[in-house]
């Protein structure tokens, strides 16, 4: 394996490094050492730490510090943070970009198959390395491609500003500083960890990450992690629809209390974080389970809706709730999105899923789930006009009458 010489894109990240040198700071795939060694003899440097894959290129710089008695810095074989640890004032990445070739295997050269992927790796890992308040100094190429790299840095919540760009004979490339952003140091200063993108939808973005609850609640045992999967729900930043994440905030720890809805953990301005759901949206469960699972889960979901029609609150979606119910792997339908959630004296959480299964019929009768559609909305009818406990069962009768 070949060490990497330093060429333009060294050069020009180095003019960078030396300036934003600070404090304790890592060179993630340092080949030659060039940004480590330009910048060890700083005043303001108090520690390098070099890492790169090869091991050839290690042992020269370990050479090289030996033979010049250099006392700050120090060289680790590492695949990207492998072999670290602690935190950095500033993290410098000048990875290699470019798509794979066929037939040609150069770890130096490659980011791998489209040349981003490990970036993409990096910056899945960066965060729990780098100071609150810390940076990245970051190099890469136009055939990388722009779009997907700053796709990739929004993702994990970081916010990125270029520094400078310059144009070779067959690319351009870009050196970006990147910080945490606000929302990012918050939620890990509340101890949420390996934070990253899940999906979004018209008015929100949806992140995972893992949550020590021990970090932001008292314990009588401080040192034991309580470690639980979440989810975080942010504002889109095209979004025109104002307070609906402190909408959702308001109502999910009132519909919890009813067993209805993920579990609310916290929130904060512009987002909300709850337990995150593992499972299936309810078309693609329906498709791999049984008739009478189908039909349990259903009555579930029923059941769920009457007794927010009780609250006299009103989720909205019902009638079209396709990416708004997950059903769990133990078989537990699990409602999701309350931004629209509602008081009012004539809710329709029922009468909207009854429509929502009629509408369904053809997919159901597939796994021997007959429904009569006539016969559910002439009931649903008589629920609208007495939503009590014994029209609700007549209706669940209509429906399941087989």
Known sequence: MDVYEPA?????????VR????????????????????????????EVVAVDINEIAIQ???DHIKKNKLRKIKAIQSDLFENVDGQFNLIIFNPPYLPQDKGIEDSALYGGKKGWELSERFFNEVSRYLFAEGMILFLFSS?????????????????????????????????????????????????I??????AQGKRGVIYKGAWDKSKLVKSHFPSRRNIITVAIKTKKAESKAEGRIANEAKWLPILNKKGIGPSFQFSGDNYLVYGFVEGEFIIDWIKHHSKEEIKNILREVLEQCFMMDQLRVNKEEMHHPVKHIIVTKDNTPVLIDFERCHETEQPQNVT?????????QNELHKKDVVINPKMAREQAKEYKEEPTRSSFQALLQALFWD
């Open 8 to 16: 333009e894109d060294s050069y020009l990240l180095q003019k960078h």
């Open 19 to 46: 300036q934003y040198a600070a404090g304790r700071i890592l060179d993630v795939g340092t080949g030659s050492g060039i940004q480590a060694l330009a910048v060890v003899s700083l005043a303001g440097v108090r």
């Open 60 to 62: 020269q710089l370990q």
């Open 143 to 191: 055939l990388t491609n722009k779009e997907k790299i700053e796709e990739i840095i929004s993702h994990h919540l970081f916010q990125f500003a270029e520094l400078e760009r310059t144009k070779l004979a067959f690319e351009e490339l870009y050196v970006y500083e990147i910080k945490k952003s606000s929302l990012l140091r918050e939620l890990e200063g509340k101890g």
């Open 193 to 198: 960890e390996n934070i990253h993108y899940v």
């Open 352 to 360: 909207q899923f009854v429509e929502f299964i009629c509408r369904l």
